[in-house]
């Protein structure tokens, strides 16, 4: 039987900041909107995020950082994601992120940004607008 | 307070008025909403007369202040007598760049400081751990070890301050690098006076920066408890806080249910050592946040005194008032911060901030305008202290003690936070206790369904966030964002392990095997730890010995 599979989502934080309360709402959120989502858990490391992405078959990432380490940490998980062939996953990004800091974000491949006081609802439609569509024999 | 005639008559009038004048009102001007309720879910009723209140006691339920069960504060005089502390949080890159803010504030007045530490600090890490990339000196300052707390009070004589320090899972050796900064100045122990936040039970499910299990973690608390008990008489050992609960989602029942809850804990565990009640509970000390619902807010910190001192009367028959006391400081609740429009931040701070002077704080911490967004610039930090003073000298408000004892809302919903409180500290009673609560994910499943529910509400504009859901505009506010430079990572890096190469090796080696052997003894940890940072092991070293005894605590994951 041919059938579309659900998105499934990763919710990642990278980084030691425990502000956790965005990342739980967002995935609850797209859960609620029928997708599949697994969350991480707190203070993950670019390998550990991308090494599950991989094994979970995600077709989206979401980063949550509100520590500030995001110029650090996002380009490295650009980096390995390039490095084991996800250029296929959509990356989006929430937390404290200042505008300025995005267009070099954005060069590097990360499609989306939410920051505060995103509806939830926006951050679905993007998802479903923007996931590449996959199907699978199930 | 109320004679029964007195009820009785107004009883009846209110039957003839919600016969007569109040349909006439809602006819032609029907109200904006059904049911209206503050953000504990609490129905709001549409007016509030004696009839309410008609089961309170004066004497019993409010007294006089500085008088059981301190409902209306702790002291007789309040802030007729001395404002409350202002006290702004601060810190960020290296120890030298924090010493000279320090020292700036000192010079403009500030006589209590409160450090901010790094995340890498936090989490018990040392600034060259590859878990630090990107984070060193980044949310606040980075120490690793007593040469960095050395720079950090290079010149700032600890007998003439108090120091706050935000710190969990590693307060034991930053406390301790403190001590052995004084011990170097030669300020005496029993001069040294400030705060460790030292409150690991609300780490497990609300701020969540842990290093180990819950049962050693509480150990570390009670050893710093005990340690100060005896040692440190003007500090206080813990402030047991509901902030990062509420910021993690609670409402404020929770908020003020929880924390007190942790608070049984922490008091429980120190008499399972053998301590009596009245030689600690004086020095425990309470933190909050001050949120958006004026009034709710109000009625909690109203709430939190009365039954704190119920409980430490009645559970744990402490007999010094000064046990009774629940002394707290607040901090405006970063959460409700909207990165659009961030000037509208100036005026939920003002309101939020006069809850918490209404509410009878001893100490408060305004947040800044644009702290949605970055770290706060100087411009918005002193307008996020000119707020307090503000508040202090020209609103009025402190000229009088309580002034909003006797209103018949603000006393039924002061009692209503109680009542719902007291029902989840029972369950939690039934449950085991705090950590079997936590092992169960049960404040993280209730603070993960408040938090949901709070956004649904937002996002179906149930509840209207100026700015964010109604009212928005396009145009941007400009900020200025402080940056921390990368060079600040390479040189913490550099001074350590210089500190690492230079140091009597034999010696770090020889404390770490203490701490290790005293770790498994089971005995109070704090006088080889402050062994242990006089020879400069590090945080991070300190911290993986303990590591190897009492496990990394993972993470139990709730959405």
């Known amino acids: 039987m041919i059938g579309e599979r659900k998105i499934r ?47 979970e078959d995600v077709d989206v990432i979401g980063l949550s950082i509100l520590s500030g380490a995001h110029n650090t940490l996002f380009p490295r998980i650009m980096e390995l994601l390039k490095q084991k062939g996800l250029t296929d996953v959509l990356v989006v990004a929430g937390g404290i992120i200042p505008d300025e800091d995005i267009p070099k974000l954005k060069e590097i491949g990360i499609k989306g940004f939410f920051g505060p006081g995103t509806p939830t609802d926006k951050i679905v439609r993007f998802i479903l607008e923007n996931t590449p569509k996959r199907r699978e024999i199930s | 307070m109320f004679d029964r005639e007195e009820i009785d008559k107004i009883i009846k009038e209110r039957e003839r008025w919600e016969k007569t004048t109040l349909p006439k009102w809602i006819n032609t001007r029907p109200e904006r909403k059904n049911v209206f309720t503050n953000l504990s879910g609490i129905p709001i009723k549409r007016v509030y ?14 007294g006089f202040p500085g008088e059981y069960p301190f409902t209306r504060g702790l002291h007789a005089t309040m802030y ?59 949310c606040g300052v980075a120490v690793s070890s007593l040469k960095d707390m050395e720079i950090l009070f290079d010149g700032i004589p600890l007998d003439k301050v108090t120091t706050s320090m935000t710190i969990n899972g590693p307060a034991a050796m930053l406390l301790a690098m403190y001590i052995a900064v004084g011990d170097k100045q030669g300020v005496p122990r029993e001069k040294l006076g400030g705060t460790t936040q030292n409150d690991m039970l609300k780490e497990f499910f609300a701020q969540k920066l842990i290093i180990f299990p819950p049962k050693p ?45 942790d ?22 000390s309470f933190f909050f946040a001050a949120h958006n619902d004026f009034f709710e807010e109000i009625a909690k910190f109203r709430a939190a005194r009365r039954l704190w001192a119920k409980i430490m009367k009645e559970r744990f028959h402490a007999k010094n008032p000064r046990s009774m006391w629940m002394r707290m400081h607040v901090q405006t609740a970063g959460f409700t911060l909207t990165a659009q429009q961030p000037l509208n931040n100036i005026i939920r701070v003002t309101i939020q901030a006069l809850a918490a002077v209404l509410g009878g704080t001893q100490s408060l911490h305004t947040n800044s305008f644009d702290e949605a967004l970055a770290l706060p610039s100087e411009q918005a930090v002193r307008i996020a202290l000119r707020t307090q003073q503000i508040i202090a000298h020209e609103s009025g408000v402190a000229n009088t003690v309580d002034p909003l004892a006797g209103s018949y809302y603000v006393e039924t919903l002061t009692n209503e ?32 369904d408040s938090a949901y529910k ?7 504009k149930k509840r209207i966030i100026v700015g964010v859901n109604e009212y928005s505009t396009e145009e941007k506010y400009p900020i200025e964002i402080l940056r921390i430079d990368p060079k600040v990572e390479e040189e913490q890096i550099a ?39 006089k020879a400069y092991a590090t945080l991070g070293e300190i911290c993986d010995v303990l590591r190897k005894v009492y496990g990394e605590y993972k993470e139990l994951i709730v959405i």
């Open chain 2, 49 to 62: 007369t004696p009839e309410d209140i008609k089961d309170m006691d004066y004497m019993r339920d409010l």
């Open chain 1, 9 to 55: 989502v990763l919710i990642a934080k990278p980084g030691l900041d425990s502000h956790d309360r965005g990342a739980k709402i967002v995935a609850r959120a797209l859960r609620d909107a029928g997708m599949e989502v697994i969350y991480t858990g707190l203070r993950q490391t670019p390998e550990q995020i991308v090494e599950t992405a991989i094994q």
């Open chain 2, 495 to 533: 001074r350590l392990q210089k500190l690492r190469r230079e140091r009597d090796n034999r010696k770090v080696k020889e404390v770490l095997e203490k701490l290790h052997y005293a770790a498994e003894k089971n005995v109070n940890l704090m006088p080889t730890i402050i062994d242990a940072v």
């Open chain 2, 80 to 138: 007729r007598g001395r404002l409350w502390t202002m006290r702004q949080f601060s810190g960020y890159g290296t120890a030298e760049q924090t010493n000279q803010r320090f020292k700036y504030l000192l010079k403009e007045g500030e006589t209590g400081l409160s450090i901010a530490f790094d995340y890498p600090t936090i989490r018990g890490y040392d600034s060259d751990h590859p878990m630090a990339r990107g984070e060193v000196g980044v």
């Open chain 2, 454 to 460: 709070y956004q649904k509400e937002i996002d179906e």
């Open chain 2, 263 to 284: 608070g049984i804990t922490y008091v429980e565990s120190c008499l399972e050592r053998g301590m009596k009640v009245d030689d600690f509970a004086p020095r425990l």
């Open chain 2, 417 to 448: 936070m109680e009542e719902k409180a007291m029902e989840y500290i029972q369950k939690i009673d039934d449950m085991g206790g705090a950590i079997a609560a936590i092992e169960k994910g049960f404040f993280q499943k209730e603070i993960a």
């Open chain 2, 217 to 261: 973690s509480v150990k570390l608390v009670t050893d710093i408890i005990e340690y100060c008990a005896k040692h440190l008489p003007k500090w206080n050992p813990i402030s047991i806080s509901g902030y990062h609960i509420r910021e993690a989602g609670a409402n404020a029942v929770q908020e003020l249910a929880f924390t007190l809850y």
